[in-house]
């Protein structure tokens, strides 16, 4: 069997990060099996329309690997990918459902609607189109449609027995068909709803397996309804639970963390984000966590797919980041730094390369990386109790003799450079005595300001450069004093 997937998001403006991850499990799939992975804009909510939202789309999955076989931007056998372009296609399958009594002409206004909507809920039952228009007869039908009288075209759903289907995550479904309503399959203006494009396109593009989010579970038996009308094969369905951040709580805008965009701005590399987020709902079988795109390709399978709702854990995918991180090349590395650096940092003063090799196994997300170099640019006011340190054996009296020791030292290197910084401070504190800790913790302290550091007291000083190593020692020596 040639499988054939597709990926089909409304253009909203931004990828949930559930969208992205609908989306690698539907390439997948299809590249599994050797097969095709097809993109289709679904815009036929024309009032949602948002500038510039199908480049998002684009850019994301291209930045992701999941490049499609079929789509809007590339073409293929079955466009054209974007529902708003094929507008033109869907009438005549309804028309076609309408003479064989799937469906029907309804006419009823949306005061109609609502008035009989606010009297069914009034006597607490959930309202269901009651099939009014159904009633109508062909000449009057004929004479409203002749008059340009406003319509919609509605499924004619079976009111007994029940519709069931076989979904390869959920097992079977079953509804009481008395629970279909007669859902819209064309609009007043003319498009089709989500609900009947989706069927035609699937059918009409080959779609040998829909995976889709789970709140489409519930609706699929009406689908499923239409698929029998027209005589069409039915797809195999695979819906994918919910991408939850805990037990209770889904991804949320307003808490930064739904949308794939939110991650790369933070400084997520797309390779950690996509590795963690196959594994949100997929288990593998094994306890192997790293994967390529091509290695997802080659270890998925649908049966690893779970029930539950996959727990999207930050904390986890931080981890993942800073793994990735740790594994680039330093060149990458060194380039993807630099702007970060460059938000407090002047690249004229500073040795990006040497701060980068400092930082690069010190970076979870990179847009932590300011606030932990701030410090070179920017000597924090701190509190004299940093270098009070027991283990270190560094007490206040112990750190003013260790600065006074190493004050004329570095004022006295011809060479500013790591070594014979790290050579002359050695020297004297073999001379003086002291323990190594006892003089470097202070060393340390009064150069960064601040506990952790990426490098220790010799890097620093050497990123900081004579002048600015000597002007916190004085002033760190005149406070102590
Ligand atoms: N356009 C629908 C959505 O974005 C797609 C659902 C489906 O894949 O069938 O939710």
Not at 115 to 131: H, I, M, P
Not at 143 to 155: E, G, K, N, S, T
Not at 289 to 313: M, S, W, Y
Request: negative net charge; contains cysteine.
């Amino acid at each position: 069997m040639n499988v054939r997937t597709r990926f089909a998001p409304s253009p909203t403006g931004f990828m949930h990060m559930g969208g992205v991850r609908t989306a690698l499990y539907a390439y997948l799939l299809a590249k599994k099996y050797g097969g095709q992975f097809i993109l289709r804009i679904e815009d036929t909510d024309q009032g949602r329309l948002v500038e510039g939202a199908t480049e998002v789309i684009y850019q994301t999955l291209k930045e992701c690997g999941l490049n499609w076989d079929e789509g809007p931007d590339i073409g293929g056998p079955c466009g054209p990918y974007i529902q708003s372009e094929r507008k033109q296609l869907y009438l005549p399958y309804a028309q076609q459902l309408v003479k064989s009594g799937h469906a029907y002409y309804c006419f009823c206004t949306k005061e109609e609607l609502d008035e009989r909507r606010a009297a069914a809920e009034a006597r607490g039952e959930t309202f269901k189109y009651d099939k009014h228009c159904l009633h109508l007869s062909q000449e009057e039908v004929d004479r409203r449609l002749a008059d340009h009288v406003p319509y919609v075209i509605r499924m004619n759903a079976p009111t007994e027995g029940e519709t069931s289907y076989h979904d390869l995550v959920f097992g079977d479904i079953s509804m009481p068909n008395d629970t279909l309503d007669d859902m819209v399959l064309i609009k007043a203006d003319g498009m089709p709803t989500y609900n009947f494009a989706n069927v035609i396109d699937d059918h009409l593009m080959g779609i040998t397996h829909v995976m889709r989010g789970m709140e489409y579970l519930s609706s699929t038996p009406k689908y499923n309804l239409l698929y029998q009308a027209f005589g069409w094969e039915i797809p195999q369905y695979i819906h994918l639970p919910t991408v939850m951040r805990d037990a209770q709580h889904k991804l949320s805008k307003r808490d930064g963390d739904a949308y794939y965009s939110d991650f790369i701005d933070k400084g997520y590399l797309t390779e950690a984000l996509i590795n963690y987020l196959a594994l949100v709902g997929w288990n593998p079988g094994d306890d192997r966590e790293f994967f390529t795109l091509d290695e997802l390709v080659d270890a998925f399978d649908v049966k690893g797919i779970n029930r539950a709702p996959g727990i999207f854990d930050v904390e986890k995918l931080r981890w993942f980041n800073f793994e990735y991180i740790r594994k680039l090349p330093f060149e990458t590395y060194l380039s993807k730094v630099t702007p970060w650096f460059d938000q407090v940092l002047d690249p004229a003063r500073f040795d990006y390369r040497r701060l980068a090799e400092l930082m690069q196994d010190r970076t979870e997300i990179f847009s932590e990386v300011p606030d932990k170099v701030r410090f070179l640019s920017q000597w924090p006011a701190f509190d004299s109790a940093l270098f009070v340190n027991k283990k270190q054996k560094s007490t206040l009296e112990s750190a003013l003799v260790s600065l006074r020791l190493v004050e004329p030292i570095l004022e006295g290197l011809s060479d500013w450079a790591e070594q014979p910084i790290h050579d002359a401070v050695m020297n004297a504190i073999a001379e003086s005595g002291m323990k190594n800790a006892t003089v470097l913790w202070p060393m340390r302290i009064a150069l960064s300001g601040q506990l952790a550091t990426p490098g220790g007291a010799f890097e620093i000083a050497y990123l900081l450069g004579r002048e600015e190593s000597l002007r916190r020692i004085r002033a760190s020596i005149e406070t102590l004093s």
